[in-house]
């Protein structure tokens, strides 16, 4: 129900904390909507770690460790590319360090009320998205794209990153709820965990 017990883990934060430990979550969220998810369980950043964005974003004591950015200009070439595909996406999302830009094409930001994933809505994942008319809008770099099919592979998509020489360099990484996300070649929660025992 995407929920915890959340009297179970501020005990368990606190354990943690008294051991000078971190709890890390790696996760495919962006942090924005972890935030949210753990609002109050460590107000001071000291317990608490991400790998998030399937390891494109690093944080520890509540400042950015790392970023892996996507060229912009292949951001900008799948932008154009991925609304023509033979089965265009449900949902398709370009992530930043502090928001989530969606195309104004999308039935769900037409109407924000119908559910992504089939369990929330696209302002309980991505909490401060952003409606793009045009790829110009994109104003900060960019570290994953989410792409979802309710009822496709995504097949399309993995031939064009495979084969399209644009795209070399890129790969992608199955997320939650059937969702695939573009990520840099060498990203992933494994990446972003080495970062962070590094640092």
Known sequence: NNSFDRQKMALVLEKIKKLNGHFVLATGNQIKRIDRMFDGLDPKNEVISYVS?????????????????????????????IPRFQTP??????ASQTSSYMPEWQPVVKDQNL???????????????????????ITEPIDKISLYWHDYDGQQLLDEIQNDPVLQGLQTLASGYGAIDIVNGE?????????????
């Not at 929660?189 to 590094?198: D, N, P, S, T």
């Open 89 to 94: 996406p449900d949902l398709l999302m370009f």
């Open 53 to 81: 964005e399937n390891g494109a974003l690093v944080a520890s004591d509540g400042k950015l460790i790392s970023q892996s950015v996507i060229d912009p200009n292949k951001v900008a070439y799948l932008y154009g590319l």
């Open 115 to 137: 559910k992504i994933f089939s369990t929330g809505t696209i302002n309980e994942f991505y909490p401060g998205w952003r409606p793009i008319k045009s790829v110009s809008e």
């Open 187 to 199: 990203v992933d929660k494994a990446f972003g965990l080495k970062i962070l025992a590094e640092n």
